[in-house]
Each structure stands twice: as structure tokens, then as C-alpha cells.
């Protein structure tokens, strides 16, 4: 009897441990979220009042699907706070303005959240990266490597990596960005010799 109620007690606490354990990352993806958010707004605008950050930062959020809460304008000033904090906003005479901390932050941001355009018909070609970035720039190494994952591209072999569709526009921020336009080539080709364990990762149709 008291295994029992041992093992139900410590089920109960597995339990709230995992639900507050996924209420922290919902937290935190949200913040990230609005502090993106945030930064997008301000450097679209180059300089923004204080004052109506809340109401842009909103207008932004609700086209993006999300739906308006009571506390948005308190997350929203929490934000804000501290993106100043964090040297990402500089904040003057009741103006925001991006730094360039805020301005390298930023394009990381939405180099995790690219998405590349699927079209209905896989083109049965395949984009290449090849990288051959020096051992002095091994942090710029895996910046690249782990944005490529995120977004889906499968290694081939080491600093060789594939995907199906059309992703020119992220090479070209990725040189931009890390300043590694001779250090990584984007290549189009017909055939990958035995692809087809790639084409069922990917779920591509024939």
C-alpha cells in the first residue's frame, strides 16, 4: 500500500514538472517571439517613439496571427526593457533605435525562422552547399551548420549539404551576414548518384 502510494506520488509530481516544464518553453518562444518582433518594428522604422511601440508591435502581431491579450503591452514593455538592457535598442530623448548588436541579433533571428517556398511540384533539382570555412572561423562554422539544420537541409558529407527547393535568397544572407562569399558555394544540379533515401526524407513526389 505505501509503494503504491509512493509510485502515485511521484506520479503526480512527474506530471506538474512536465506541464510546467512545457508552460517555460511556450514562455519562453513567446518572448522570443516578441522581442523579434520588437527589433522588426524598430528597424523598419529606423527611429520609433516610445510611445508607440505598443501599438505597432500589436498591429504587427495581430497580422501575423496572433491574437490580442490583455498583457500584451506589459510583455511588450518587458521586452523593450530589455532589449535596452541588453544593448540590442539604444533609447534617447524617447526614441528607440536599432544597434548594431540589435541589427546582427535580428538577422539571426530570421535566419532561424526562414522559411523556403514549397512549391506543389518538387523541380527534381537539387541545391547544393558546399563550405570551406578555416578552423580560426569555427563559430561562423557552426552558425551555418546549425541554421541549416534548422531549416531542414540534410549533410551529405562533412561541409556538403543538400535541399530540394529554391533557397538562393538564404545563401545570399548567409554570405552577407558572416562574410563568407568565397567560402560557400551554391550549386543547382540534375541528379545526386542513389538519392533516393533523399527523396523519401525529404517526401518528395516523382
Known amino acids: 500500500m505505501v509503494c503504491v502510494n509512493i509510485q502515485k506520488f511521484y506520479t503526480v509530481v512527474y506530471n506538474l514538472c ?33 510611445a508607440i511601440v505598443a501599438p505597432n508591435v500589436i498591429g504587427a502581431m495581430v497580422k501575423m496571427g496572433f491574437v490580442p491579450k490583455p498583457r500584451f503591452k506589459e510583455s511588450i514593455k518587458t521586452s523593450r526593457q530589455n532589449l535596452v538592457k541588453a544593448g540590442l535598442l539604444a533609447y534617447a530623448k524617447g526614441f528607440l533605435s536599432l544597434t548594431p548588436a540589435g541589427e546582427t541579433k ?3 533571428l530570421e535566419r532561424l525562422d526562414y522559411k523556403t517556398k514549397k512549391p506543389k511540384r518538387w523541380d527534381k533539382k537539387w541545391r547544393v552547399l558546399i563550405f570551406d570555412i578555416s578552423e580560426q572561423k569555427r563559430d561562423i562554422r557552426d552558425k551555418v551548420r546549425l541554421t541549416l ?9 562533412n561541409s556538403v549539404w ?21 567560402d560557400l558555394l551554391y550549386l543547382i544540379v540534375d541528379s545526386i548518384e542513389n538519392d533516393g533515401w533523399l527523396i523519401e526524407r525529404f517526401g518528395l513526389s516523382i
Do not use: H, W
Open 149 to 157: 539544420v534548422a531549416i531542414g537541409f540534410v549533410r551529405l558529407q
Open 106 to 108: 535580428l538577422r539571426q
Open 18 to 50: 512536465m506541464g510546467q516544464m512545457e508552460q517555460i518553453s511556450k514562455r519562453k518562444s513567446r518572448n522570443v517571439a516578441v522581442q523579434k518582433i520588437v527589433l522588426q518594428t524598430i528597424a523598419t522604422a529606423g527611429l520609433l517613439s516610445v
Open 162 to 182: 543538400v535541399y530540394p527547393y529554391d533557397c538562393e535568397d538564404l545563401v545570399t544572407l548567409l554570405k552577407s551576414d558572416f562574410k563568407i562569399g568565397k
